[in-house]
């Protein structure tokens, strides 16, 4: 079982940053791989960005490339996510999520962190 736990979500003004960070109590961080989530109000979970367990292969969604960047410590069991130049569309709640590396589902989910992007 891994638990995650994200911090760093808040208000921000339209063009401003923030840096969501996401704490996982696991010994084994670095053979997970790691995702940020987002859910808008009304709308389904989508995938912001994916990163392995080695930080090499990064993945993220068209609408943020270019402004988000996920990164990972393994040695401090975190996994970031810097989000830049925000758009009122960014808001929602963002969650992590961890999955080994035999399986293609997120198996483990944090409680989430608000982000709001005010115009």
């Known amino acids: 079982q891994v638990q995650l736990v994200e911090s760093g979500g808040g208000m921000v003004e339209a063009g401003g940053s923030l840096r969501l960070s996401c704490a996982a109590s696991?010994?084994?961080?670095?053979?997970?791989?790691m995702g940020w989530f987002r859910q808008a109000a009304g709308t389904e979970r989508e995938a912001v960005a994916e990163?392995?367990?080695?930080?090499?292969?990064?993945a993220y969604t068209d609408s943020v490339k270019g402004r988000f960047t996920i990164s990972r410590d393994n040695a401090k069991n975190t996994v970031y996510l810097q989000m830049n130049s925000l758009k009122p569309e960014d808001t929602g709640v963002y969650f992590c999520?961890?999955?080994?590396?035999?399986?293609?589902?997120?198996?483990?989910w944090g409680q989430g962190t608000q982000v709001t992007v005010s115009s």
């Open positions: 990163i392995t367990g080695s930080g090499g292969v990064i």
């Open positions: 696991t010994r084994t961080f670095g053979s997970y791989t």
């Open positions: 999520a961890a999955r080994s590396f035999l399986s293609s589902k997120y198996q483990f």
